[in-house]
Structures are given as C-alpha cells and as structure tokens.
Nanobody
Framework: QVQLVESGGGLVQAGGSLRLSCVVS????????MGWFRQAPGKDREFVAA???????YLADSVKGRFTISRDNAKNTVYLQMNSLKPEDTAVYYC??????????????????WGQGTQVTVSS
C-alpha cells in the first residue's frame, strides 16, 4: 500500500502563489509516477501535472508557465508550486501515485492511490 497526504492549500488572491506538498509513505518503491489533479464543483477531475520518479515532468496546457512540479526524494515529497493563480484555478487538488509503468499519466484511471485532497481558493 501507498499512503499520500497533501497539504498547503488555502485562500489566495488572484496573482498570488501557493505551494502544495504531498508526502508519500508505505511501499514507495512501487511508485512510478506522481500526479496532481484538481476538481472544481460540478466538473470532472482534471490533470494538472505529473512527475516520473526517475525523470520527466508534464504539465497541463492550462498551467504551463505558471505551475511547476518537483520532488524531494530524500523526503518522499512531491511539490506543486503554483504562481500567478487565477480564479479558475479554484478547486480541490489531489495528489496521486501510479505503480504501473504503462507510460500514461494524464487520466485519473492511470493512478492507483489518492490523497484526501486540499482546497485551493483563488479570489478575484
């Protein structure tokens, strides 16, 4: 089993920044990809960013140039740095872990484990 705990959400004004953290514990050696998704009320869960435990990062077009995903292997932690936040970024943000090396990373169904979510609210 893999456990994920997110933190760092909150309320911020448009143009501001937040950094989300996701601590990974348990059978971390099984993790191949870590992802961040978000879900706004009434909308489907959407891909935000992903990072391969070995190398490689991916960002959704809607956040390119504003968000960065990174990891600290020593701390088993993945970060999502969010800059220039917009009201449309408001959502519950989830981190997720994929243990299958299929290569895909942008669909919720690619992932096996999920955190509890952290709310990000951007005011205009």
């Amino acid at each position: 089993q893999v456990q994920l705990v997110e933190s760092g959400g909150g309320l911020v004004q448009a143009g501001g920044s937040l950094r989300l953290s996701c601590v990974v514990s348990g059978r971390t050696f099984k993790v191949v990809v870590m992802g961040w998704f978000r879900q706004a009320p009434g909308k489907d869960r959407e891909f935000v960013a992903a990072i391969r435990w070995s190398a490689g990062t991916y960002l959704a077009d809607s956040v390119k140039g504003r968000f960065t995903i990174s990891r600290d292997n020593a701390k088993n932690t993945v970060y999502l740095q969010m800059n220039s936040l917009k009201p449309e970024d408001t959502a519950v943000y989830y981190c997720a872990a994929e243990t299958d090396s299929s290569g895909s990373y942008s669909a919720p169904s690619d992932y096996d484990y999920w955190g509890q979510g952290t709310q990000v609210t951007v005011s205009s």
